[in-house]
């Protein structure tokens, strides 16, 4: 089973040198039906609703994958690959000033227009009403994230690792909106 995995393994790394963008769209993608997947069966359901499942993997294969592999250059850019420490700090604090709450609303946007297929007024107002308690959320989880990826994950890792970390926050996110939901019925 080692050798199947640490095969397997390679094959990605592989595909992730030659076809990074691609790769990591691919990844985002299946993280995100996994962690949708993952959240639908915690909350009950007892059937998987496929459109919601595969609108959250074209989220993360279209949106998602590409977005972060784009901000990791261009992060990586501008601070010219440097990673000691003080440079971590800076690319987390521009992260989670700029990145983080854009985000939030896109996600929180998509989510309730596309996924939900809820009207404009009702998704705005929702939005409004749920955006502060899940940006202050992302801030107390997502600095840490974004700590670790730019201290110790090389670059062509990041959003891999991002991905993953995003795949266990969806699921958070979806159990929170169900339980908000519960609540105010």
């Given at each position: 089973m080692?050798?199947?995995?640490?095969?397997g393994?390679?094959?990605?790394m592989l595909?992730?040198?030659?076809?990074?963008?691609?790769?990591k769209?691919?990844?985002?993608?299946?993280?995100?039906g996994?962690s949708d997947?993952?959240a639908?069966?915690?909350s009950?359901?007892?059937k998987i609703?496929l459109r919601?499942?595969?609108l959250k993997?074209?989220?993360?294969?279209?949106y998602?994958g590409?977005?972060g592999h784009l901000v990791h250059?261009?992060l990586?850019?501008i601070?010219?690959g440097?990673?000691?420490k003080?440079?971590?700090?800076?690319k987390?604090?521009?992260?989670q000033?700029?990145?983080s709450?854009?985000?939030?609303?896109v996600f929180?946007?998509?989510?309730g227009l596309?996924?939900?297929r809820r009207?404009?007024s009702?998704?705005?107002?929702?939005?409004?009403k749920?955006?502060?308690?899940?940006q202050?959320?992302?801030?107390m989880f997502?600095?840490?994230v974004g700590?670790?990826n730019?201290?110790?994950?090389p670059?062509?890792l990041r959003?891999?690792f991002?991905s993953?970390?995003?795949?266990c926050w969806?699921?958070?996110?979806?159990l929170?909106?169900?339980?908000?939901?519960?609540?105010?019925?």
């Open positions: 080692g050798e199947i995995v640490k095969k393994w390679s094959q990605y595909q992730l040198q030659l076809h990074p963008l691609r790769t769209m691919i990844t985002a993608g299946v993280l995100a996994i997947s993952t639908q069966k915690l009950g359901i007892k609703e919601r499942l595969l993997m074209l989220f993360g294969f279209a998602g590409p977005f250059k261009v990586d850019s601070f010219k440097k990673r000691d003080k440079t971590v700090a800076k987390v604090l521009l992260e000033v700029t990145l709450p854009w985000n939030n609303l929180l946007f998509y989510y596309v996924v939900e009207p404009w009702e998704v705005k107002t929702r939005v409004k749920q955006y502060p308690s899940v202050l959320a992302a801030w997502w600095p840490i700590w670790i730019h201290l110790y994950m670059l062509q959003v891999i991002q993953f970390v995003a795949c969806g699921i958070f996110l979806n929170r909106a169900r339980t908000m939901t519960l609540k105010n019925q």
